[in-house]
């Protein structure tokens, strides 16, 4: 699977999916201080999931309709213990392959799904 963490997810999440075998682009290696838009466009360019903890790019998602190729998956743990949030974070990015086309959010006891704008619908950020 092909993903794009956000600058603020966490090095052993990186270092953890890319062990796994998937194909990682890493804000925070390649991107750094690139806009919120940069990092989707990318993602939509190369078909990538972004991974992030920053909300906005759920209205990034929906404003500008991404690809089914795409998705955005939004982290919103509690925080208070950084690697069990990683942990937490690659354990559930590794238990599905349904994350392109959808936006969604991991939390600790559930993951929620949304449809994001079917291909053909799309338009860049700006």
């Given amino acids: 699977m092909k ?7 966490s090095g052993s999440v990186i270092r953890r999916l890319r062990e796994a075998g998937h194909d990682v682009l890493a804000a925070k290696e390649s991107m750094q201080g690139e806009s919120d838009s940069e990092i989707l466009i990318r993602a ?8 992030t903890h920053d909300k ?3 209205e990034l998602a ?3 309709g991404l690809t089914s190729d795409c998705g955005v ?3 919103r743990l509690a925080g208070n213990n950084p690697q069990s ?4 974070t690659f354990e559930v990015l590794q238990s599905r392959e349904d994350w392109s086309g959808n936006f969604s959010v991991i939390e600790y006891g559930r993951v929620r799904m949304r449809k994001l704008t079917p291909s053909g619908q799309s338009k860049k950020p700006k």
């Fill in 3 to 9: 993903f794009s963490l956000n600058e603020n997810v």
């Fill in 44 to 51: 939509q360019t190369e078909g990538r999931i972004v991974v």
């Fill in 56 to 58: 906005d790019f759920g």
């Fill in 62 to 64: 929906f404003r500008f």
């Fill in 73 to 75: 998956v939004l982290i």
């Fill in 85 to 88: 949030d990683s942990n937490h």
